[in-house]
Structure formats: C-alpha cells, structure tokens
C-alpha cells in the first residue's frame, strides 16, 4: 500500500494567480508594470521570484495584498487566495485577511516598525488587540516567538524600542510578529538584502525551518541566485514585466531553459568552483522601461539566439514536455546552454595569469584607527566623563605587491572601510606606519602631497554621494583631469571621450546628468573618474553591492581590464566572498577591527581556515540548490567596538573555541600562526587542529556555464 | 502525536458577512464540507456544514423563483452558522486520541482545531483515518503478521526479544484489545527481513501463548 493520496482540498493552492497585468498611472498615460503573471503556491512551498530591478517583482507582491498606492491596479487576471478572488476586494474582509491572513516583510524592517512604541508593546498588540488574548498570556507568547526567530535575550528586547537593536534583529522581530497571527501566506520582499551574510544565513534557515513548522505558503522575492536556490522549492524567474520562466528549483538551476536565466547564471561567481572555471559574462545591454518594450519577445535586443519570429511575436509561457517547467521562448528546446560561445567582441579580462612582481606598492603595519566619541552621561555631556574610543581598526598589518588585487571581507561595521578611508587619508591614522610607494601616509588628505593624492583613488558603493548633479558626465570626469594637470588642457575633452568609451558608455554621454544614468551608468563614471589621474593604486569600496547581477559582472570585468591594462593596484572591499575570491589575489579577513586572517585567495577558502572564515564562507548563499554546505553559525551577536571582548576578538561568539583543551585561553591574544609564508591565521588552534575540518563547500557538478 | 502535529493548517475559511450563496459555491469550490467561520484575529465565530445550507424547500413554498432569488442573495452566513459556543472544538494540544473520541461521541466529522479561541486548524475523520493509514503502512515490502497474545504485562516484551533475536527489523507496530476475548491481545507487527512466512509463523508461535492470527505480504 502506498502512502495516503493528498485530499484535493489540499492541492487548492494558498494562491494562484492568473494572468495578471498591473498597469500604474502615470503623466500622459499607464504603463503595464507587470504582465501575463501566472503561478501558484501550495501550503509547505517557497516560491522564490528573482529577477533584475525593475522587472515588477515588488509589484506583483503589492497587488496581492492592493498595496498598489493610488496610481496602480490591477488590470488584468486574477489573484486567489484560499480559492478566493482577492481582485476588486475592499474594505473590512481585504483588512483583516491581510491583517490575519497573508503577512509582509520587507527589505527595511522599520517599514514594518513603530519607532517610538516598545517593540513587546507592538508585538503584544497582534495578540491581544485582534486575538483577545490576555497581556500575560500574549506577553509569554511573544517572547516564544521572538525565542523561535533566534533572537538572542528575548525577554529583554521586549521592553526595547527599535532603534536600540541592530538591523538583523529588528528584521526578526519583524518576522516573529507576521508569524505571530500564523499567517497562510508569506511574502517577503528582498528581506535579507540589507543584511550581513551571516545575518542573513540564520535568517534564511529560520525561513526553511518555518515553512515546514507553520506549512506556511511563501513567497520570497530576491535578485540573488544563490539566496533563491537556498530558501524556494519553486522559482520564478521575471524579466521585464513577464514570468519568462518557472520551475522546481531543482531544475531551474540543473538546466535553466530561458535565454535571460541562463545569462543571469554565466553571470554570478560561485564559490565552490575552480576560479579560472568561472569567469563572469555579463549580459550585453539592459533591462527596457515598461514603455519602452520591444515587440515580440521582450528579451530580444539582449537575447544571443535571436532569431526573425522572435521580434515578431511574443512567445507565451508554455510548458517544456516531460517536465514541470515552463518558458517563455520560442526556441528553447533547440537551445543549448552547455555549447554557448561567449560572442566575439566580449573581452573577457582576467584569463591570463598576471606577471610576478616583487614590488610591494602598500606596506601597512601595526595601523590602528580609534574613534573618540562621547557617552550619553551628565559627566559626558560636560566633557567629564572618561574618555571612551571605538576600536575600528586595531593593528593591521599586510603589504599589497604592485598590480595585484587585495579583497578585504567582513560583516558591516568590522572596519573594513575605515582601513581605506585611513588608507586613502580621509580618516588620520591613531597609530602604527603605512607607506605608499613608500611615503608615510597615516597623515590625512590636507597634508599630502598633491602627486601621492593623484596615485591613490578611490571608487564609492554609492557613485551618487559624490557626484554634483549639476555637472555633466564630461565635467565630473574633466575634474580631476584639471586638477591634476595630467595633461594639456585642450587634450582634456579628447581624453573624457577616450575614458567614456573605454567604459563602454560612448560619447553620447558626455553630456549627460547624472540622474539621467542608471546605477551601472553612474558607477562606470565613479570609475573613469578614478582612472583619469592614472593612479596607482584605486580603493574600491564596495564598489558593485547595490548593482543588478549583470551589471555587476560588466563592471567587475571593466575592472579587470583597467588592471590588466594599466598593472593598477586594487584595494576591493565587499561583503561578497564569492564576488571576493573571483576577484583577489590576496584576501584579507577582518572581525570587529582585527584582521583574522590574512593570505592568497585559494587558500583562504580552503582548509585550514580561521574559525571566523569558516563561519563567513559557511553562510554564503551558494546559486546551486545540490551545493553541499557546512552549516557552521556564529552565536550572538557582534559585541560593541567601544568595548571590543579582550584577546581575540571572536571569543564571544566562535563556534570552534570548544576545540581547545582550555577555551578560556582565547581571553588572551592569539599568535600569528604561519601556514605558509605569506598565509597567517590569528588564533589559539593549532593549524593542525585547524588542518583537520573539512572544506565548507563542496560541488559535485561540473559548472556548464564554464 | 498531537491534533497540532495533524490537523490540516491553514483552514478555508468564511466570514460572517458572507452571503450563504457564496458559501456554498465556495464550499464546492474548495472541496471541503465544513468552514469555520471567523472574525477580528481569526477567532471563531461559527461554522458552516453541508448541513446547514440545506434550506427546508418547505419554507420556500410560498415563494416565487424571483423571490426565492431574492430570499437566498440576501441571506448571511451569520444567520445559518452554528454560533461559535454550539461548536464542538479541540485544543491544539489535545493527543488525536481525543479528537477521534471526541468526533465519535459527538456523531460529527470535523473539529475546527483552536490556540485560546483562535482557529489555527481543522481535523476532519477523513485526516484521522489518514494518520491511521500512515501508523499502519510501511515504506518498504514487508511481512504483516498478526499475533494473538495473553493480554498481560510483559507479553509484548517477549515477542520484540524473540524477532529481535532473529536480526529482523520492525518497521512498525501496532495493537488493541481482542474484541471478542478480554484475556486476549491482537498485536500487528511489521517486519522486514529476508525470511519466508513459515519461518516467522514458525519462530513467533514458539513464544508460549502466542499465536500467529494472520500473515501475509506487503508491498
Ligand atoms: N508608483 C509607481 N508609479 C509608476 N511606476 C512605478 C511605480 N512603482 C513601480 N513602478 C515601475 O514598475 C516597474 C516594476 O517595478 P518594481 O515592481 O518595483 O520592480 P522590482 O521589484 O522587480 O524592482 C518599474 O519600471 C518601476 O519603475
Ligand atoms: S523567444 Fe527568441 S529572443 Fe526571446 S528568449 Fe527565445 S530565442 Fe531569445
Ligand atoms: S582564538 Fe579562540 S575565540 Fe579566537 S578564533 Fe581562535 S578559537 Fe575562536
Ligand atoms: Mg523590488
């Protein structure tokens, strides 16, 4: 006998959407935000939705809750809740079925928070305004739930208000009180987005340990592959506007069907994998404004398979025999991903290994930056009281040899970017020395020679930030050019032209403003900008974090080319490891202002690694559902830098100081143990102890984008 | 095993304001015979059967189809429901022992599964006979064999030693009362092994006042 059929009450999905189109209002007309969606989820399931910004991810979410704001609806199809059409709902039953029934989480949890209530008060009120429940009985409730998201004191956040507690931790109390009312339906917009990967690894696996708990249906959208191939069972791949394709995610990831998810694919690092087997090939052009589609398939002007009948006719979203997936594209069963060819005229830069050189360009030793900042006592506040410092950075030690990249990784706030600012003269060194080209520059900006300043540029997250919005792009790149008489100054609009189309953006764009850009745009101007004065050495402050996928890769690449163009010094900061490890010769591990672990990119993701490298590579969202990975999680949270744990940093919270025979030892400051020269690990393990643990990540497929 | 650990989750449910029209439509819709009824907080209000929305077509007798039309669009749910404090309910804690009982003494065949007066789930017969299946059915080919034992302590003790002598595993085990002699015991084991039945027939009826009933092959 086999197991018990599933009752067909039981296959009536917790949603289905049909069809929809949802079309805003705007000047002069409407725009179809989204269109043609159809996909459901049942109890138990996680739909991921993934995408590129702008393609409507959101807006589907928000029609389905008519979050829409006063300029959008929905135009078209319909949208079922528990077999209910939800379209054209208003008033108390739409209320209180997304108040009881269907939650929201999104990707700034205080969207979601009342910042000057008590965050027990706020989640009390679920329970006992529309529950009538008692406040004790809701009070103990409260803090299960808070126990069940992992919130660390859970008693104690209770009677805190939001901005007391870190980004992370409002973010679970966000989710603890959309569970608090069980909700049927979860969707969550990018809830992990803002926050640090080991952050976002628990979160991610209390969303896995929820759904099958609670059999909540989820929706979860993202625009990280390797997020979505960790927490849904199903995905959705969206592009422009449409559904362009939709499978387990087994498959979606196996073999991708559409042309856009398998560019979306080629165009992600992955850890795991051989370096040279993974190199980035973005996806030429970007995505079209809702009105300013093509006809026929959307994705034509981008598509490498284009063909005549796809500029004339829009493919439907059919489904691939023999399997649950289904594609928008006429021809994807003659498409082959295995045999792409990159087209000729990509220049794939980072294929050749780069020259030996002895030179070291940065010598950085013992730096130390501290912050002085003021308690909040009556003595403070008349400059009384002791004197208190944040420990940003604390002795860091490491050279950087010419032409060569160094990745500095680590959560938010371990100092990875007061190292640069300190490096780059915006901040004034405490103490320790760095020499550049061998002049001392713990000094800041002001008193720097204007030749070491020209050497040393640097490339911001946020390009905005620094752009005035009333100069042209030729202006802002012009700057620096004059002010650095690098050359003549009738050559100087010569050379702008020369910079735009070594950034690929053409001339076209010498005229334009920056808010006439996209975040791609801009940031190739933050670069050419950077690159005017011929520097040697650029500081790249996470420079691609708040790019799309394929832009990402393009910039990543533009990059490598300027590198191996010029032989320019990298300094690249980010929170990505894969992106990191593609990326950098050398990786430099930072924990709370301490560097952790220092040494070449092949063998820091490798045994033996520093406990805290474990943990970061650990969390990872890797974009291969078969990826086996180690779950190893740090405890806690990160302790305040104003009073930083003695000895070594982590001892709060390392999930392998149990390894040794006295743990209390890790009160003590480690030594700087050799694994090779050049490769060092700050900690009380003995590298063979170390030597012992497994890799984190292991991948047994071949990587077919390769 | 817990009525929360087997409920279904998640319930279809109604409002009160709902027309009975739409309740009814929406029952077939959802293939389901029973919909709680739910206010502010899903807190139970009442619940809707194929029952209730039998109308007496004695009471429309009068009417004309217009007015019957009529009659039936306007009508809510809220006046037909079984009211909130006529419900048989179950806690969410209560063992699903408890919840068969209760269904059995109460001739019903759904209890809307509640956390304080909230509804969190619904518990039907057809789930319980489902759980049942799922106690009984094993994953793997096997022997079912049905031993009769003194109905005392210490029986079941020697049966698992003696298959447990044998190295044969049990996938799963079950037993109850003899309902025609009180001295007995019916016991159901499931066991996987490479063994013939006459073996284990053979091996189980040595156990002194035990009796292979029944065996036979699963798939
Ligand atoms: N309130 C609005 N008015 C007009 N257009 C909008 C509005 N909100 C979103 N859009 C447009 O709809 C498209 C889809 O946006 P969105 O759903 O936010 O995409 P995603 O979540 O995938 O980034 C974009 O082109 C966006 O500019
Ligand atoms: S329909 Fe044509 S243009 Fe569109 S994805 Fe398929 S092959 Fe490419
Ligand atoms: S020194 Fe101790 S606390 Fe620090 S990483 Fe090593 S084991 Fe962990
Ligand atoms: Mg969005």
Redesign the pocket.
Same mark, same amino acid.
Not at chain 1, 329 to 332: G, L, N, V, W
């Given at each position: 006998m086999a197991e018990p059929t599933r009752r067909k009450s039981e296959d009536i999905p917790v949603l289905d959407i049909e069809n929809l189109a949802v079309a805003y209002k705007v000047r002069g007309g409407e725009v179809e935000a989204v269109q043609n969606i159809t996909l459901d989820i049942k109890k138990g399931e996680s739909h991921g939705i993934v995408g590129e910004s702008g393609c409507g991810k959101s807006t589907c979410a928000w029609a389905i809750i008519n979050f829409l704001g006063a300029n959008g609806y929905v135009k078209r199809g319909s949208i079922k809740f528990q077999g209910k059409n939800l379209v054209g709902k208003k008033g108390e039953e739409l209320r209180r079925l997304r108040g009881d029934q269907i939650a929201m989480v999104y990707q700034d949890p205080m969207q979601s928070l009342n910042p000057s209530m008590l965050l027990g008060d706020q989640l009390k009120e679920v329970l006992t305004v529309h529950q009538g429940m008692s406040n004790s009985q809701a009070e103990k409730d409260c803090i299960r739930m808070l126990e069940k998201v992992q919130m660390p004191d859970a008693a104690n956040v209770m009677r805190r208000f939001p901005h007391q507690i870190s980004g992370g931790q409002q973010q679970r109390v966000v989710i603890a009180m959309a569970l608090l009312n069980n909700p049927a339906l979860l969707l969550m917009d990018e809830p992990t987005t803002a926050l640090d990967v080991t952050v976002e690894a628990a979160v991610l696996d209390l969303i896995a340990d929820l759904r099958k708990e609670f059999n909540t249906a989820i929706m979860y959208i993202t625009h990280d592959l390797g997020v979505v191939a960790r927490v849904s069972t199903k995905v959705g791949v969206m592009y422009a506007g449409e559904m362009v394709e939709r499978a387990t995610v087994e498959e979606l990831f196996k073999s991708p069907q #559409? +042309?856009?998810t398998q560019g979306l694919m080629r165009c992600v690092p992955k850890l795991g994998t051989d370096r040279s087997s993974s190199i980035l090939y973005p996806i030429p052009g970007r995505v079209p404004p809702p009105d300013g589609r093509p006809a026929? &398939?959307v *994705?034509?002007p981008r &598509?490498d398979?284009? !063909?005549k !009948? &796809?500029r004339e006719e829009r +493919?439907k979203l059919r489904s691939i025999a023999g399997t649950e997936t289904w594609v928008r &594209? #006429? *021809?994807?069963e003659d498409?082959d991903m295995g045999s792409w060819e990159p087209p000729e005229d990509l220049v794939v830069p980072g294929t050749v290994p780069k020259k030996e050189v002895d030179e070291t360009i940065l010598e950085v030793k013992g730096l130390k930056k501290y912050y002085r900042v003021r308690g909040n006592s009556l003595k403070d506040v008349f400059g009384m009281g002791e004197k208190q410092y944040v420990k940003a950075v604390e002795h860091a030690s490491f050279k950087v040899p010419r032409g060569k990249t160094l990745g500095i990784v680590g959560e938010s706030g371990c100092g990875k970017s007061t190292l640069v600012k300190t490096i780059i003269g915006l901040e004034h060194a405490t103490d320790g020395e760095a020499r550049f080209l061998g002049f001392d520059i713990t000094n800041s900006i002001s008193a720097r020679d204007r030749k070491l300043i020209q050497e040393l540029q640097m490339v911001f997250q946020n390009p905005d930030s620094t752009m005035n919005p009333s100069y042209t792009v030729g202006q802002q790149i012009a700057r620096p050019l004059k002010r650095f008489n690098v050359m003549p100054k009738e050559k100087i609009t010569d050379e702008v032209l020369r910079l735009l189309r070594s950034m690929r953006l053409g001339e076209k764009y010498y005229d334009r403003l920056p808010r006439q850009l996209s975040g791609g745009e801009k940031q190739r101007v933050g670069i050419a900008r950077a690159l005017a004065s011929h520097p040697d050495l650029i500081l790249c402050d996470e420079p691609v974090s708040a790019l799309d996928v394929s832009v990402q890769a393009a910039i990543i690449n533009l990059l490598l080319e300027i590198q191996e163009e010029f032989g320019t010094t990298l300094i690249f900061i980010s929170h990505d490891l894969s992106v990191t490890r593609f990326f950098s010769e050398y990786v430099c591990v930072m924990y709370l202002g301490q560097i952790m672990e220092l040494g070449p990119a092949e063998e820091i993701y490798a045994p033996p690694y520093h406990p805290y490298t474990e943990a970061l590579l650990s969390a990872v969202p890797i974009p291969d559902p078969t990826a086996k990975q180690k779950r190893v999680r740090l405890q806690g949270v990160v302790p305040s830098a104003i009073a930083p744990p003695s000895g070594c940093r982590l001892n709060t919270r390392c999930p392998r100081r149990e390894m040794l025979p006295d743990p209390d030892i890790c009160l003590t400051d480690p030594p700087w143990r050799e694994v090779h020269p050049g490769h060092h690990i700050y900690c009380h393990i003995p590298l063979d102890e170390l030597r012992k643990i497994d890799p984190v990540v292991s991948i047994k497929e071949v990587n077919h984008a390769g | 095993m817990l009525v929360k650990d087997y409920m279904s989750r998640h319930p279809f449910m109604l409002e009160e304001d709902s027309s009975i029209v739409e309740a009814q439509s929406y029952m077939s819709e959802v293939h389901v015979r029973h919909l709680p009824v739910v206010g502010d907080g899903k807190r139970l209000l009442g619940l809707i059967t194929r029952e209730t929305l039998m109308i007496e077509p004695g009471s429309l007798d009068s009417l004309n189809v217009w007015e019957i039309t009529r009659y039936l669009s306007g009508m809510k749910v809220k006046k037909i429901m079984i009211k909130a404090r006529d419900v048989i309910t179950v806690d969410e804690t209560a063992a699903i022992e408890d919840a068969a009982l209760l269904m059995i003494e109460n001739k019903i065949g759904c209890l809307p599964v509640l956390s304080g007066r909230v509804v969190v789930g619904m518990m039907t017969q057809e789930d319980l006979l489902v759980q049942l299946c799922r106690l009984l059915v094993t994953r793997r080919p096997g022997l079912r064999v049905s031993v009769s034992m003194p109905d005392k302590p210490g029986e079941t003790k020697k049966l698992m030693a003696c298959v447990e002598k044998q190295g044969w595993e049990i996938q799963s085990m079950g037993g109850m009362p003899d309902l025609r002699d009180d001295t007995r015991y019916s016991t159901m084991v499931k066991i996987i092994a490479d063994v013939s039945m006459e073996d284990v027939q053979e091996t189980i009826n040595q156990i002194e006042g035990h009796e292979v009933r029944d065996i036979r092959e699963t798939q």
């Open positions: #559409h +042309p856009y026929g &398939c *994705f034509w &598509c398979y284009v !063909r !009948r &796809c +493919p &594209c #006429h *021809f994807s498409i | -």
